[in-house]
C-alpha cells in the first residue's frame, strides 16, 4: 500500500504541481495537458480504477491531506486512480483533454480494469458524466453537474455566463448523451437548487438515477458527503459492483447525525412557520446532535404551542432489545 500522501497549505500552486510532478512519476505518471490542465496517474496494480475530476483550487481548499481524492479514497483500499486536475474553472473543455481521453481509448486504458468508477462535482460532475463514455460500463457519480453550458441548451443557468464562449457542442460535449454507455449513473442534486434540477433534468435513462440531497446551499453536498463518510462508502460499493439506488440511501442516512445538515434542514423548517414541526424536528435533532441552537429552537417552539393550548406529544421511549443469556 502506497504511503500516504500530504502536500502541506504553505506549497504555492506551482510547487505543488511539482510535487505532484514527483509522486505521479514514481507512483505511475503524470501528464501535462496544455497549460490548463494535468493528469495523474496511481498505479497500484489493482482492477479497480477511480476516475476523478477536480480544481486545483478546490483540493488545496478542501481536501484533509491537499491532495486529490484518489490518493484518499483509492490508495488504501489498493485501487488504482486517475486524476483530472484543473488549474482553472475550464470545465476540462480542451482539445489536451480529448486528446487524452482518445489515447487511452485506443490504447486499451480502461479495458484493463474490471470496475471503474467515475465521480466529480459541479464543473467537475459534469466532466465525470462527459469524459466516461471512453470507458464503456463505468459506474459515475456527478454531484450537481452541468449538463452542458451552452447558450443553445441552458441559455437559462445565469451562474456561468462568462463560461458560454466554451465549446461545449463537439468532443464530449453534452453529458448526458455521453452517459449512454455507463452501466449506472447518479446525479446527486438538491432540488431546491432551481439550476441544478434543472440541469440534473436533462439526465435521463434507465441506467440513471436521481438522488436528492436538501441542503440548502450550492456547493456544499460534495463536502457534505466526504465529511460524513458516504463518498467512501458509495465508492466501495461502486467498486465492488453493488452500487444501487437502495445501497445509496442507505449511505445518506448518516446526514441525520451530521450536523451541519441538521442545521441547513432546521433552517428551512423554521422558514416554513409551523412550531408542531419545527418542535418534532429540533427535538429529534438533539438526540443525534446535543446542539444549544436545537435546544433553543425546541424551547421556542414548545412556548409558541403553549399559547395556543397545543403542545407536543410525548417523546417516544427508547426501544429495549430484548437479550438472552
Not at 468532443?171 to 455521453?178: F, S
Request: glycine share 8%.
Amino acid at each position: 500500500m502506497p504511503e500516504k500522501l500530504h502536500l502541506p497549505d504553505t506549497l504555492s500552486d506551482a510547487e505543488w504541481l511539482d510535487r505532484m510532478d514527483e509522486i505521479g512519476t514514481e507512483r505511475g505518471y503524470y501528464s501535462a495537458l496544455g497549460k490548463k490542465h494535468v493528469a495523474v496517474f496511481g498505479d497500484n496494480g489493482s482492477r479497480v480504477l477511480l476516475v476523478t475530476f477536480e480544481s486545483l483550487a478546490h483540493i488545496r481548499a478542501g481536501a484533509p491531506d491537499g491532495a486529490p481524492l484518489g490518493f484518499e479514497f483509492a490508495d488504501p483500499r489498493g485501487w488504482s486512480h486517475l486524476s483530472l486536475i484543473a488549474r482553472r474553472e475550464t470545465w476540462f473543455r480542451s482539445p489536451h483533454v480529448w486528446r487524452f481521453f482518445d489515447r487511452q481509448i485506443d490504447s486499451g486504458f480502461f479495458e484493463e480494469f474490471d470496475r471503474v468508477v467515475f465521480y466529480g462535482a459541479g464543473m467537475g460532475g459534469y466532466a465525470a458524466a462527459a469524459y466516461s463514455v471512453a470507458a464503456p460500463g463505468a459506474a459515475v457519480i456527478a454531484v450537481a453537474p452541468q449538463a452542458t453550458l451552452s447558450p443553445a441548451r441552458a441559455r437559462w443557468d445565469e451562474r456561468f455566463t462568462d463560461k458560454r464562449g466554451k465549446d461545449f457542442t463537439s468532443r464530449y460535449g453534452y453529458a448526458p448523451d455521453m452517459l449512454d454507455a455507463a452501466d449506472t449513473a447518479y446525479i446527486v442534486h438538491d432540488p431546491a437548487e432551481t439550476e441544478d434540477a434543472m440541469h440534473a433534468a436533462l439526465f435521463g435513462g434507465a441506467h440513471v438515477h436521481q438522488i436528492l440531497y436538501r441542503r440548502g446551499g450550492a456547493g456544499a453536498i460534495d463536502a457534505d458527503l466526504r465529511a460524513m463518510g458516504v463518498l467512501e462508502r458509495v465508492f466501495e460499493d461502486a467498486a465492488a459492483g453493488g452500487l444501487a439506488p437502495i445501497s445509496f440511501h442507505a449511505a445518506l442516512r448518516r446526514r441525520r447525525a451530521h450536523t451541519p445538515w441538521l442545521r441547513a434542514a432546521m433552517a428551512r423548517v423554521l422558514a416554513a412557520d409551523r412550531p408542531y414541526l419545527t418542535g418534532l424536528f429540533a427535538r429529534a435533532a438533539l438526540r443525534r446532535q446535543p446542539v444549544p441552537r436545537f435546544a433553543k429552537v425546541l424551547e421556542d417552539a414548545e412556548a409558541a404551542l403553549a399559547k395556543s393550548g397545543r403542545r407536543l406529544p410525548s417523546p417516544p421511549k427508547p426501544r429495549v432489545v430484548a437479550g438472552g443469556s
